[in-house]
């Protein structure tokens, strides 16, 4: 037998023949909050304690949330949200009745004492009158304590501060919450996480698509999975019953054959190569080529990143840490004259500088992946498909094309793996030394060369006959 709430002594303890609330704080908080925070009851009854500490737990909790997010909803708000939170662990209906009293108390506090006495028009009994506005507080503080309104982004910027992502997947977790919320109060709905029921989930899924007018169902797939990870995050603490999301998403399009996005070819790649580039682009697409690395990775390497026979490049996608890549000998000379005469902080692409809007969400390489598409039609390389809003060959092409050269030239997977980035741990390829993995890398990328028009054997206006994937004689 369970024993009775009123003997329950969690976050109780008696000081001077009193109870009083007692809750840890997180050790993180200790120089602004102390080890604990303490609150008397002004009682010596366990079971009297045990009806008033709850709202006292869920105000000293949501002071210790409100120190750990300085960008939360009001101290109320958290209060009343922890309180929803304890409610959803009682252990039995007697802690949730003992529970529901707390709540009711504390909404009396917030409703203030009476300011008049009016008359019941049904029964015409005296009764007193509260203040309006402190009034319908007290009752959005109910409706959120018993966890039925918990607005949909109160929780919002604690999540995003938890991930570790680009600031455009952000940009989407924020752009998806708007698009529920719209869609909430467009139909009538209470924007709350309680009001998402899977059945909502999916009619909100469906309307998707004519609310954003348009986008494809691949990016609303993917405002869809920030969704999920939302109420994921809920879930394992407790705001959130469970992942309404689970398993909502959209029949993407099929890529018929020849759709897919390519590596370049090597006609292509000489065309790029070969053609009127500035000396910035010139230098970027061959560190592209002879890498394999991702735009953005390149344009933010520092100087100091290309020290000790290596590249340095920071962590991208589902990377961890930065990795290292060993420097070509081809691009050698590249590194070198970018190098000279700068510090070790100095951007080695300074060309293309971060944005200098605050607050913006576009990667440093945004303007660099604009000339380079500009670039790459100007010299006839390009492949476009209808309905398709990419071409089949961009920048990214280059990381292709490197992946397949060394297939091709009889590289182990996994030292291609660990040169491009996939799926890897660190930067550890026998690290900065000349241990054996990194000497497998560097063969990897040495034996990977750029085409020529003589290596490929075609005269110069050959450049202007691209054949699709085809080899040329």
Known sequence: MGRSSDADRRHLEQHHGQWRVVVAVPRGLHGRLGTKLKRSLQTDSLAVANRLKWPVIAELKALISNASDDSGKNQLMQEAVEMARLR???????DIETIDIGIELRAEEI???????????????????????????????????????????????????????????????????DYLTQWCRANHLRPAVEAITPKLAGRFMDDLASMTKGVSPVTLNKYLRRLSRYWQWMEKRHYAASNVW?????????????????????????????????????????????????????????????????????????????????????????????????????PLFPEWPGPKKAGSMRERSFKASNQFTDYRRLVGVDEVIPGKRRSLVNFHSFRRWFITKAEQAGQPEHIIASVVGHKRQGMTLGRYSSGPL????????????????????????????TARGGQLA
């Open 246 to 346: 689970h398993r909502k998403t959209l029949e993407e399009p099929t890529s018929r054959g020849g759709e897919e996005e390519r590596p370049f070819t090597d006609s292509e790649m000489v065309k790029l190569l070969e053609g009127d580039a500035s000396p910035a682009m010139a230098d970027l697409m061959r560190i592209g080529a002879l890498t394999g690395a991702r735009l953005d990775a390149i344009v933010c390497l520092s100087v100091g990143d290309c020290v000790d026979g290596f590249f340095r490049f920071k962590p991208q996608k589902k990377e961890k840490e930065a990795r290292a890549c060993p420097i070509h000998p081809v691009l050698l000379c590249i590194v070198a004259s970018r190098s000279e005469g700068k510090d070790h902080s100095d």
């Open 88 to 94: 959803r662990l009682a252990r039995d209906d007697h």
């Open 438 to 465: 990194f000497e497998q890398a560097r063969q990897c990328v040495e034996v990977v060369s750029l085409p020529t028009r003589q290596s490929l054997r075609i005269p110069a206006r050959g450049l202007r006959e």
């Open 111 to 177: 409703a203030g004492a009476p300011v008049g006495v009016g008359t019941d028009d049904d029964t015409g009994r005296e009764e007193p009158i509260l203040d309006p506005a402190r009034a319908r507080i007290a009752g959005h503080y109910i409706t959120v304590a018993r966890g039925e309104a918990t607005p949909l982004d109160l929780h919002h910027a604690a999540y995003k501060a938890s991930l570790s992502v680009k600031a455009r997947t952000l940009a989407d977790d924020d752009r998806a919450l």
